[in-house]
C-alpha cells in the first residue's frame, strides 16, 4: 500500500509570512499532484508534478518534485488570507488513475 | 464550478439503512472516480469506472457497490450504514483512465448515519 505522509498537519501564519508544506512516502509515485480544498467544496487540481527534481510555479505558489519521485513540496511567499484551505498531495501510483492522498494540511492565513 | 455535478448534498439517514449517491461527469468525460473523504482517514479512493465498466478498485467495502450506465453518470450505493460511514463522498470525472488526465471533483455529498 503506497501512503503519503503529509506535514504539518496545521498551520496558521500572519499575512505576508512564507510557508511549506511537505509530502512524503517511502513509495515511488509516477507524477503528484497537489490540490487545494475549500470548506464545502470538492478538491481542486492546482499542479501536477511528473519529472524527478521538476520544479513549477504558480505565482506565488512553488512545487518541487523529489528527484526519487517519493516527496514533493509546496512553497508560498508572502501567503495571503485568501491562501486560506486545505492543501492536498495526491500521488499517481503505477496502475491506472488511483491517486493515494496526503492527510492534508490546514493553512490558516491571518489578515 | 468543475461542471461535476452530485445528489444530494446532504443525506441523513438511520443505521442499517441503504442510501444511493448520484454523480453526473463533466460534459465528454468517460471516467467517475468515487471518494470518500473522513476526518480520521482522510481522502481515500473507492473506485473507478471507465465508460461503464469497472477500472479500478480501492478502499471500497463489500457493503458499498457502484455503477455507470450508459448516459455516463454513476450511483454509489452504500447498504446496512453504520455510524463509521458518515463522511463526505465525492464523485470526480475525467476525460480518459490514464494518469495523464486531470480529475475534476464535484461539490461532494455529505452523510450523516444516526
Known amino acids: 500500500t503506497q501512503l503519503l505522509e503529509q506535514s504539518p498537519q496545521f498551520l496558521s501564519i500572519q499575512e505576508g509570512e512564507n510557508l511549506t508544506v511537505y509530502c512524503n512516502s517511502s513509495s515511488v509515485f509516477s507524477s503528484l499532484q497537489w490540490y487545494r480544498q475549500e470548506p464545502g467544496e470538492g478538491p481542486v487540481l492546482l499542479v501536477t508534478?511528473?519529472?524527478?527534481?521538476e520544479v513549477k510555479k504558480l505565482k506565488r505558489l512553488t512545487f518541487q518534485f523529489g528527484d526519487a519521485r517519493k516527496d514533493s513540496s509546496l512553497h508560498i511567499t508572502a501567503a495571503q488570507p485568501g491562501d486560506t484551505g486545505l492543501y492536498l498531495c495526491a500521488g499517481e501510483g503505477n496502475a491506472g488513475n488511483m491517486l493515494t492522498f496526503g492527510g492534508g494540511t490546514r493553512l490558516m492565513v491571518k489578515p | 464550478d468543475s461542471g461535476v455535478t452530485q445528489t444530494p448534498k446532504h443525506l441523513i439517514t438511520a443505521t442499517g439503512q441503504r442510501v444511493t449517491l448520484r454523480c453526473s461527469p463533466r460534459?465528454?468525460?468517460?471516467?467517475v472516480y468515487w471518494y470518500q473523504q473522513s476526518l480520521d482517514q482522510g481522502l481515500q479512493f473507492l473506485i473507478q469506472?471507465?465508460?461503464?465498466?469497472?477500472?479500478a478498485k480501492g478502499n471500497i467495502l463489500e457493503r458499498f457497490s457502484a455503477q455507470q450506465f450508459p448516459d455516463l453518470h454513476s450511483e454509489l450505493n452504500l447498504s446496512s450504514l453504520e455510524l463509521g460511514d458518515s463522511a463526505l463522498y465525492f464523485c470526480?470525472?475525467?476525460?480518459?483512465?490514464?494518469?495523464?488526465?486531470?480529475?475534476?471533483f464535484g461539490p461532494g455529498t455529505r452523510l450523516t448515519v444516526l
Open positions: 470526480a470525472s475525467s476525460v480518459g483512465w490514464g494518469g495523464a488526465d486531470t480529475q475534476y
Open positions: 469506472y471507465y465508460n461503464g465498466e469497472e477500472r
Open positions: 460534459s465528454g468525460d468517460l471516467s
Open positions: 508534478v511528473v519529472t524527478g527534481g
